[in-house]
């Protein structure tokens, strides 16, 4: 136990920067005003975000309310975040697990093999505790006021909250466990890493649909049931993520039965929490450590030559380094296999085949509503392709070998150039892939599919230069870990949030020209010339910001 503390805390400190952050309280005030003042901007767009998602909550609460079954809205947000945890958890526990720089120093140790993983695995667990609060605490306080429940009610829900990550955390580690014990015996590792954990993730999702999607022979009787007992909906509902429906009875039944849907939280989580505990003891190290194994090749290599630009070559230069480097892949290219697959699930029936996706069939099925299904879909797919960290990393990831970068002959504004059209290309990818899945999904013309292909790839511009400006302004050099310079960069979540902000201005701008009554063409013409604007302006201050900003970074 005391090893375990012990690695705890140091992992705690180092992917933190507690340590750091103590001597910058202390010394060095003006980094604290720096990032008081970040805080508080990314505290006001995330305040923002739950605004708008607390009032939803409390929308459906109202619908719900009127079919006697206000606990649904629990239910919901128990089950989207324990599968925001299952799918990005894949992610995460490779990343922190299996990829990491530290392995071979806690392999040194004489620690035992199932400590390092459940002192890994705990640091992951930490991570998840914010988007967990995020999604439950809003429906959580809504339902409690809207039904008047007392301090007890609170307690449980603390309690819930704090287990609900670790089941599906636990899957996503055996998961893990398995494809990394796979990945040690393969010569390819990297490449069987990265697809292997982006099939994992596509098979969770589809597997969730099925789940959601299967409905009983009889379903007259089924939907009698429904109207009939509101626990039969939050059953029904759970059917994607079975801990859900404990949650919801632990906090909307009361005595006995409240306890006893607590027992089984508590009995399954520590139940599958001790299996992960025990396969790791077996396994978890030979996985890890054959990251740190290359392959002998006794193949001759002729070398060759062959000239290029140098935007060019900075462009080939990312791309190499993203591929050769599992955790930058799998956090960077999943965007190109997510965008697509999100906007493929009508077609695979369901939940989301009815949803309210259904909205767009129904504008594309009028005719006057053309310009509405363009602009939807193009703020649809762009929303999809912020999704993409290594534009808002790319001088972050060099950590400190950013002084090679500083010393070759090439000036600051080609370099961007060249970072820019590689972070810029994953993104124009994805959305070109979405656009297609989008053609087939919901029936849209291709000549309208062109011109979502054009406005998305567009507005994607402004997005990506602007995302690389903040990650330029001020680069996170200092990291030990690969994954702290991707995972935990706050660059990465202001590039998201500079996206969103994007794409509500534009929306705000559609939203006005189409009340205006112009012609259809007229307005694509207006928000393909603003965003042609917006993207040489970015692109502008960008250039002219390079050189001062180098000059600024310190190795």
């Known amino acids: 136990m005391r090893n375990l503390m012990s690695l705890i805390k140091l992992q705690i400190n180092s992917q933190y920067g507690l340590s750091y952050a103590k001597y910058v309280i202390k010394n060095d005030k003006k980094a604290l005003l720096k990032a008081f003042g970040i805080g508080i901007a990314v505290v006001a767009a995330l305040g923002q975000m739950i605004g708008i998602y607390t009032y939803l909550m409390y929308k459906m609460f109202e619908v719900a309310s009127t079919i006697a079954a206000p606990q649904i809205i629990l239910t919901m947000a128990t089950i989207v975040s324990g599968l925001v945890v299952l799918f990005f958890g894949i992610f995460y526990i490779l990343s922190s697990l299996f990829l990491a720089k530290d392995t071979e120093f806690l392999a040194s140790l004489p620690v035992k093999q199932g400590t390092v993983f459940i002192s890994k695995f705990i640091l992951v667990l930490l991570g998840e505790y914010p988007f967990a609060f ?29 287990l609900l990550p670790l089941l599906p955390l636990v899957i996503s ?10 990945v040690a015996r393969s010569k390819r590792r990297d490449l069987i890493t990265i697809i292997g954990s982006i099939i994992l993730m596509l098979a969770i999702f589809a597997g969730q649909n099925y789940l959601i999607s299967r409905m009983p022979e009889n379903q007259e009787e089924f939907l009698l049931t429904l109207l009939q007992s509101s626990n039969a909906i939050v059953e029904f509902m759970g059917r994607a993520f079975p801990p859900s429906v404990w949650i919801t009875k632990v906090l909307s039944l009361g005595g006995f039965d409240a306890f006893i849907n607590l027992i089984y939280l508590l009995l399954w989580s520590l139940i599958f929490f001790a299996a992960v505990y025990y396969i790791a003891s077996l396994i978890y190290m030979k996985g890890a450590t054959a990251q740190l194994e290359t392959r002998k090749s006794n193949r001759k290599i002729k070398l060759s030559y062959k000239g290029s630009s140098h935007a060019m070559a900075i462009f080939k230069n990312e791309w190499r380094i993203l591929l050769r480097t599992p955790i930058y892949a799998l956090n960077s290219l999943v965007v190109v296999i997510m965008a697509p697959f999100m906007m493929m699930l009508p077609m695979m029936g369901g939940n989301f085949a009815d949803s309210d996706l259904q909205v767009l069939f129904n504008l594309i099925g009028n005719g006057e509503s053309r310009v509405e299904v363009i602009l939807i879909v193009s703020a649809i ?28 002959p090439v000036t600051p504004e ?13 993104s124009f990818g994805a959305s070109v892939l979405a656009a297609l899945m989008a053609m087939f999904s919901f029936k849209i013309p291709l000549k309208l599919i062109l011109i979502v292909v054009v406005l998305s790839s567009l507005a994607l511009i402004p997005i990506c230069a602007l995302g690389l400006l903040v990650d330029l302004m001020r680069p996170k050099l200092n990291w030990n870990n690969p994954q702290e310079a991707i995972k935990q960069n706050m660059n990465a979540v202001l590039g998201m949030l500079i996206g969103f902000v994007v794409i509500f201005i534009f929306g705000v701008i559609s939203f006005f020209l189409i009340k205006a009554e112009l012609s259809e063409y007229l307005i694509i013409a207006i928000i393909a010339a603003l965003l042609i604007a917006s993207s040489y302006i970015s692109i502008k201050v960008l250039n002219n910001t390079a050189q001062k900003a180098y000059r600024k970074i310190e190795a």
Do not use: D
């Open 134 to 162: 995020f999604l439950m605490m809003p429906p959580v306080i809504i339902y409690g006021m809207g039904t008047k429940q007392g301090v007890l009610y609170y307690i449980l829900a603390l309690i819930c909250i704090l």
């Open 173 to 182: 580690a055996v998961l893990s466990l398995f494809l990394m014990n796979i």
């Open 381 to 408: 797919i762009t929303a999809f392709c912020l999704i993409n960290p290594a534009i808002s990393t790319t001088f972050s990831r060099e950590g400190k070998n950013i002084w090679v970068l500083k010393n070759i």
């Open 414 to 426: 080609t370099q961007v150039k060249g970072k820019l059209l590689a972070g810029y290309s994953i």
